[in-house]
Nanobody, 121 residues
């Protein structure tokens, strides 16, 4: 069983930055990992994914502003978010999957409980 625990959310003004963390109970070396978000009244959408081979994928809306990474021990996933806008306000979820994880489909073996990001104008 894998447990994912997000942290780092909060309230910031537009143009600010936040770094989200996702502590993983197991070694993520063989997992695909990613961040998804869900705003009130909307579906869950993919934000960024890092596959086990290290390749990274971003939603067009966050490209060049957000960076996904894993630490050296590969048991923590990060999402550095810069130049935040009110449209980035959402609950952010960490996800992990052994086989397949894509931005277009919010399906994964494991999910964290989420961390709230609120950006004010």
């Amino acid at each position: 069983q894998v447990q994912l625990v997000e942290s780092g959310g909060g309230s910031v003004q537009a143009g600010g930055s936040l770094r989200l963390s996702c502590a993983v109970s197991g070694n993520t070396a063989t997992w695909h990992m990613g961040w998804f978000r869900q705003a009130p009244g909307k579906g869950r959408e993919g934000v960024a994914i890092i596959r086990r081979d290290g390749s990274r994928y971003y939603a067009d809306s966050v490209k060049d502003r957000f960076t996904i990474s894993k630490d050296g021990a590969e048991n923590t996933l990060y999402l550095q978010m810069n130049s935040l806008t009110p449209e980035d306000s959402a609950m952010y979820y960490c996800a992990a999957d052994r086989v397949y994880l894509i931005l277009q489909s919010p399906v994964a073996d494991y999910w964290g409980q989420g961390t709230q990001v609120t950006v004010s104008s």
